[in-house]
């Protein structure tokens, strides 16, 4: 199986802060990456597929870069509704598919 | 609307068994993959496995191979997760998820979850 790993697990930030969420990939993946965001309580939302698209609605702020094995998601202004959890997930091949731990982002 | 809605929380015993369901509207159900995702209580997303309504074509996860058994209906639209004997580490939040892509299993539609609780 591809193992993906994410860091940090927590990271703590303020509204208006710049933040970067870092995903690698146990082997290469290409740019085959999706990243997704879940609140308590919700089903995850998809943000990014294909490493660095935008999913129709998602707002400008978040964005996208990698390949191979290392990717990051950015959040470029923090607002107060994005304070949720952080999941990258590989969809290379049927390897199986797999989800990174996951990335809480907390208020400061 | 296109949206996925799963069937609603269970409480089950040790060694009962049990199938959640996940319905389909608003789309083709049979022209695109369904998935399923385990969220056990606190923890991270594991895909579990994938099926394709049209040809019941499906894949596991090794870690669920032999574990779960994912199927489906497409006359009524929905698929289906089943445990023959559940475990209390079964207990966790269930998901059914499409895929917009056939090729490319990354999950656009989500259902909203069904919870499933396994306490004696």
């Known amino acids: 199986d591809i193992q993906m790993t994410q860091s940090p697990s927590t990271l703590s930030a303020s509204v208006g802060d710049r933040v970067t969420i870092t995903c690698r990939a146990s082997?290469?993946?290409?740019?085959?990456l999706a990243w997704y965001q879940q609140k308590p309580g919700k089903a995850p939302k998809l943000l990014i597929y294909?490493?660095?698209s935008l999913e129709s609605g998602v707002p400008s702020r978040f964005s996208g870069s990698g390949s191979g094995t290392e990717f990051t998601l950015t959040i470029s202004s923090l607002q107060p509704d994005d304070f949720a959890t952080y999941s990258c997930?590989?969809?290379?091949?049927?390897?199986?598919?797999?989800f990174g731990q996951g990335t809480k982002l907390e208020i400061k | 609307e296109v949206q996925l809605v799963q069937s609603g929380a269970e409480v089950k015993k040790p060694g009962e068994s049990l199938k959640i369901s996940c319905k389909g509207s608003?789309?083709?159900?049979?022209?695109?993959?369904i998935g399923w995702v385990r969220q056990m209580p606190g923890k991270g997303l594991e895909w579990m496995g994938i099926?394709?309504?049209?040809?019941?074509?499906?894949r596991y996860s090794p870690s669920f191979q032999g574990q779960v058994t994912i199927s489906a209906d497409k006359s009524i639209s929905t698929a289906y997760l089943q445990w023959s004997s559940l475990k209390a580490s079964d207990t966790a939040m269930y998901y059914c998820?499409?895929?917009?892509?056939?090729?490319?299993?990354?999950?656009?539609?989500w259902g909203r979850g069904t919870l499933v609780t396994v306490s004696s």
């Open positions: 997930q590989q969809y290379n091949s049927f390897s199986p598919e797999t």
């Open positions: 294909k490493a660095s």
């Open positions: 608003g789309y083709i159900f049979s022209s695109h993959w």
């Open positions: 082997q290469s993946i290409n740019n085959w």
């Open positions: 099926i394709y309504p049209g040809d019941s074509d499906t």
């Open positions: 998820a499409r895929p917009n892509s056939f090729q490319y299993w990354y999950f656009d539609l």
